[in-house]
């Protein structure tokens, strides 16, 4: 690819070789991220190699390895088990490649984490919980330990029902799987027929929230039921903003602007320029009535009424092309 004038090397000659490696691959929100990646690595003169995510951590070692094989400056790291990643990341490093982690905590001065303020987007979605509940309600919680996304909304959750005594997990369930969203309504389905007063569902992940949606109108409890969520996309407008639709506020980036900052650390760290240890993308609350109210229905539209959504000003630099979506 050709160079980008003005740009420090090796941007300025272009053939920069970059690998975006997936733990998932499947889902809205990781469409997205790698559609962010991919435009921010072409405005970039990158060759982004991207390598699918089928959540199987040896198969992501393999792709590392592959990756240093291949010959990449930059590695980005999305999502995954740190246990099956800390030292393949450390053999790329090793091998001159800048690491940059997205989501997993790799534990590693030497590669910056990107992550989306998850402390911050929970406690907005539980604000917006006890706004619309009260502190007094039986709930069902969405949960799989071990992603480093879901850890840290769990640390606000358990903070939420210390502090608030009158909540009640009555049950926690998920699977984070190739069919995430089928799994989740699977279990759901079970949890809610044996817990006919939860009203409450914290659903911090998308397809979570669209399983527990689907459990609940195939068991035609919509109405007595309110989900609260992380993450948004098209679908998901679609899906919190019809008629009867129990999903009522989500809290969330635009996962493309996320792909585009994970992007531009690994070209920042390869053009030897300063890079946070922690890079936030900050996300915003979007209730169903709001999104009713601006009759928003995509992505697109929702980044029009909301500019903060389209962009993020997280590692930038003058030579790096910006306005991508
Ligand atoms: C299984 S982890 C899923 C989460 O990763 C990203 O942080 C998204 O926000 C999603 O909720």
New binding site residues.
Partial sequence: ADGIAGAPAPFDKGDVKVALISF?SAGD?FQAYQAGAEAQAKALGIDLRVFPGRQNAAEQRDQIQQAINLGVQGIVID?GQPESLTDVAQQALDAGIKVVAF?VNLNNPAIPQVE?S?HELSRLALEQVAKDNGTSFNAGYVY?AG?A??DRRNEVWDKFKAENKGVVEKARFGA?NDTTATSTADQAKAVLTANPDISVIFA???EFARGVKLAAADLGIADKLKIYS??VSTADIQEITEEGSPWVATVATN?AVVGAVSIRAAALKIAGQDVPAQILVKPALLTQAALREAGVKTIEELAAKVPAFNDSDAVTADWIPAKLF
């Fill in positions: 998932i929100f999502h989501d989306q998850d799989v992603f996304p879901l984070v911090p992940y998308d992380a993450d996962p």
